[in-house]
């Protein structure tokens, strides 16, 4: 038997625009997926997924999963057409959109996988094998959430778009900061929704342009506030965040209003966070006692699930 995790995630700043070679920051959470693979006397692979969800999740994305898993089988150098595994997926990270929950499950099994068939896989090897996995839920993943699952922390990441491997440095602060993440309950496709803004970025480059390049400074910025703690500026940036990807079209009403929710509430900044147009939103707060505040406001406005962690140590 081998087992092995992957942590959720949550971007603080650059989803969307980070597939097009902008930087991005993002954030591991201490909720994770765990994977257990055990070898059995019949060919294929099976699988039992045990993981908490958001209603609906595992069922709008099993298709993606399936060649997911063939993905990082593959990736692995195992041939289970003699003999098979069976694959137990569980752990206390909540798939839903926006948490990292496909990456984190790649690199469970990954690691799960290196574990029972002795790899030799170090960090880096099992973060490529997560890529590969991430590959079966939407065709162009920028990485950041396999980084970010694999090695957790705070994280700088480029996308290499040459293909070569990323530039990813992992920025310690000098104390937690408090965050909120907050669940809208609906499914998105990173697929489509990845998909759509490619579309629109080739129907329409100068406005696409505009948007990127404001995004690109603002992004530099936040990197410098976080790193002296400048909670108040952050916050400004994240609520700007949020305004581009609604120019991007990535959010939605649900998304929209929880955000609202959160600002009223006393939030430093809010924004959607990762793929958009349903999953999950984050609130930057400036002590655990207001976090705490801002997530039962969300919970009253309607929040399909709240999650109240810190990024940074
Ligand atoms: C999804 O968590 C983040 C996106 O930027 C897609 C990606 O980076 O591959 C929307």
Not at 139 to 151: E, K, L, R, V
Not at 189 to 214: A, H, Y
Not at 257 to 273: C, D, H, P, S
Request: one cysteine or more.
């Amino acid at each position: 038997m081998g087992t092995g995790t992957g942590k959720g995630k949550t971007i603080l700043f650059g989803e969307h625009f980070v597939v097009y070679g902008y930087p991005a920051l993002a954030a591991g959470i201490a909720a994770e997926t765990v994977a257990v693979v055990t070898r059995k006397e019949e060919p294929g692979w099976t699988l039992d997924d045990q993981r908490p969800e958001m209603p609906g999740y595992k069922k709008e994305k099993a298709e993606e999963q399936r060649i997911s898993i063939e993905n990082v089988l593959r990736f692995c150098g195992i041939d289970v057409s003699k003999q098979g595994i069976h694959i137990e997926f569980g752990g206390n990270l909540v798939c839903a959109s926006g948490i990292g929950a496909s990456a984190a499950s790649c690199v469970a099994l990954a690691r799960a996988l290196n574990d029972e068939f002795g790899l030799g896989f170090d960090d880096e090897k099992i973060n490529e094998a997560a890529y590969e996995g991430e590959k079966g839920y939407h065709g162009t993943p920028s990485g950041i959430d396999n980084t970010a699952s694999t090695f957790g922390g705070l994280v700088w990441y480029v996308r290499n778009l040459e293909g070569g491997p990323p530039t990813f440095e992992r920025i310690k602060l000098s104390r937690g900061v408090d965050l909120v993440i907050a669940a809208t309950g609906l499914t998105a496709s990173t697929r489509e929704v990845v998909g759509d803004v490619r579309r629109k970025k080739e129907s329409n480059p100068e406005w696409f342009k505009e948007i990127v390049t404001e995004y690109d400074g603002l992004v530099r910025s936040a990197r410098e506030a976080l790193i002296a703690l400048d909670l108040k500026k952050v916050g400004e940036l994240m609520n700007r965040n949020h305004e581009l990807l609604q120019e991007l079209t990535v959010s939605c009403e649900e998304l929209d209003n929880l955000v609202g929710i959160a600002r009223e509430n006393g939030a430093l900044g809010a924004k959607l966070t990762g793929t958009g147009r349903g999953g999950n939103m984050i609130a930057l707060a400036e002590s655990p006692q207001a976090a705490q505040d801002i997530g039962e406001a969300l919970k009253r406005g309607g929040a399909a699930a709240v999650w109240i962690t810190s990024f940074g140590l």
